[in-house]
């Protein structure tokens, strides 16, 4: 494969939206999620998210072992004050995808598509990328039927609520040329908490 293997994570409500105005802080549906928020972290040569989670959830990507920290965006306009270039952790890469972004001191520049992306953090020996959103992000994904594993963890005691509100896949719109199927590889509802923590693997025949 010429780009890295990729999973995502997102805490989804009973309706299944991610947030119910994009924008907003989302935040970890209960101490176990955010456990596994980490622990899904550790096996990462690369984390990447879209500019909006980037800013809404102030993410600063950080993980024991220093993987790569990836902001995709199409501007390539960041804020150099928020916190990601002012924290410690692995090298950060960010991606313009119709400008090149913008020159921010201890980061790397990259202008081009999310594909040539991929395949430039593979060449730098990505091997597991790890995307935690948004939907617009995990969208351009799956269109480009690039999404391995889907880490969910399913929090039935709230609704998010919204005609517009997005869930993984972005906000509702045009619907997909086919349906992709993935296998369910983890199955562990946590009764305390009444959320449900589930892993599918992509099928590809
Ligand atoms: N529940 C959860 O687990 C979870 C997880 C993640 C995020 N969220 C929530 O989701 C909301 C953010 O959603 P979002 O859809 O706005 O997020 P997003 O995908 O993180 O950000 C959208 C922005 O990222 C850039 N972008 C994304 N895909 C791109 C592509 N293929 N090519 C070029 N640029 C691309 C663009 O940036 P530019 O505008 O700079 O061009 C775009 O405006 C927040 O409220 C956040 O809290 C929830």
Same mark, same amino acid.
């Given at each position: 494969?010429?780009?890295?293997?990729?999973?995502?994570?997102?805490?989804?409500?009973?309706?299944?939206?991610?947030?119910?105005?994009?924008?907003?802080?989302? /935040?970890?549906?209960?101490?176990?999620?955010?456990?596994?928020?980490?622990?899904?972290?550790?096996?990462?040569?690369?984390?990447?998210? #879209?500019? #909006?989670?980037?800013?809404?959830?102030?993410?600063?990507? %950080?993980?024991?072992?220093?993987?790569?920290?990836?902001?995709?965006?199409?501007?390539?306009?960041?804020?150099?004050?928020?916190?990601? *270039?002012?924290?410690? #952790?692995?090298?950060?890469?960010?991606?313009?995808?119709?400008?090149?972004?913008?020159?921010?001191?201890?980061?790397? #520049?990259?202008?081009?598509?999310?594909?040539?992306?991929? %395949?430039?953090?593979?060449?730098?020996?990505?091997?597991?990328?790890?995307?935690?959103?948004?939907?617009?992000?995990?969208?351009?994904?799956?269109?480009?039927?690039?999404?391995?594993?889907?880490?969910?963890?399913?929090?039935?005691?709230?609704?998010?609520?919204?005609?517009?509100?997005?869930?993984?896949? /972005?906000?509702?719109?045009?619907?997909?040329?086919?349906?992709?199927?993935?296998?369910?590889?983890? *199955?562990?509802?946590?009764?305390?908490?009444?959320?449900?923590?589930?892993?599918?693997?992509?099928?590809?025949?």
């Amino acid at each position: 494969m010429d780009r890295p293997h990729i999973s995502l994570n997102f805490a989804i409500s009973a309706d299944g939206r991610i947030t119910s105005i994009a924008g907003i802080r989302s /935040g970890w549906t209960s101490p176990a999620d955010q456990a596994r928020f980490a622990r899904l972290r550790e096996n990462a040569d690369a984390l990447m998210v #879209g500019r #909006g989670t980037l800013e809404a959830d102030r993410m600063t990507l %950080r993980a024991p072992a220093n993987p790569l920290r990836c902001v995709v965006s199409s501007a390539g306009r960041f804020d150099p004050a928020h916190p990601l *270039f002012h924290t410690e #952790g692995g090298p950060i890469h960010l991606l313009g995808t119709t400008a090149a972004p913008m020159e921010i001191p201890g980061t790397t #520049g990259h202008h081009g598509s999310l594909a040539d992306f991929l %395949r430039t953090l593979r060449k730098m020996g990505a091997r597991y990328l790890h995307c935690e959103g948004g939907g617009t992000l995990v969208r351009a994904l799956a269109e480009m039927d690039a999404i391995d594993e889907i880490h969910l963890t399913w929090a039935g005691h709230r609704l998010f609520g919204g005609a517009t509100a997005p869930g993984i896949t /972005g906000a509702p719109g045009g619907f997909f040329p086919a349906s992709q199927a993935y296998e369910l590889t983890c *199955f562990e509802p946590l009764e305390k908490e009444g959320e449900c923590f589930l892993s599918y693997r992509r099928q590809r025949t």
